[in-house]
């Protein structure tokens, strides 16, 4: 079993994110449950899905039981931490996206070295790529989700063929290919590298 616990804001993909994942575990010929949490349609508003690889029909993921941790947003990370233990790897984006909750009542959000201290105190392993960035300079700004998706094959925490994952973010994502591939490819590059 390799359990994934996704988080991100509405607006950011990880809703596709989580379909790439399991595209790809289809592919690999793995078992794959797959859940859904967005209580905000909207954007901004927090959005948590599961990928539950191996013999599972149980979609979700106790506290202190993902394997892998893929947040698309700093403060989602930090929400996150409860799902991990000592040997959770996270993969999280340091894109930043201000709550309505936190700007409305004039509250601190939390610095990234606070959350990147907190992240490493109970995990394996983090990787952090500015993930925003990377899908701007290869000319697909929605596409941090394919960057994110990337980094997650580079780590090879999965067990899946980074192949197949890119294969997976075609299938899924129709649109801007070309630059959907370099995006993914930057971000295997991110993730092997964090990991080495």
Excluded: W
């Amino acid at each position: 079993m390799v359990d994934i616990y996704l988080v991100g804001v509405g607006g950011q993909g990880i809703i596709t994110a989580s379909k790439i994942i399991g595209s790809a575990a289809m592919l690999a010929g793995e078992n794959v449950v797959l859940s859904e949490t967005h209580g905000m349609a909207q954007r901004g508003g927090s959005v948590v899905c599961t990928a539950r690889i191996g013999d599972s029909s149980n979609p979700l993921i106790r506290d202190s039981g993902a394997d892998i941790i893929l947040s698309l947003e700093l403060l989602e990370t930090a929400r996150a931490i409860c799902k991990a233990n000592e040997d959770t790897v996270f993969v999280a984006s340091t894109d930043m996206i201000i709550p309505l909750s936190v700007s409305t009542q004039n509250l601190e959000y939390p610095s990234f070295e606070d959350i990147k201290r907190r992240v490493e105190a109970v995990s394996r392993a983090a990787v952090f790529i500015d993930s925003q960035k990377v899908a701007e300079e290869e000319g697909v700004p929605m596409s941090s989700n394919v960057v994110m998706i990337g980094a997650l094959a580079g780590t090879g925490t999965t067990g899946i063929d980074e192949d197949l994952f890119k294969e997976a973010v075609g299938l899924n994502i129709r649109r801007n290919s070309s630059e959907n591939r370099k995006a993914f490819a930057r971000g295997v590059e991110a993730g092997r590298i964090a990991l080495s």
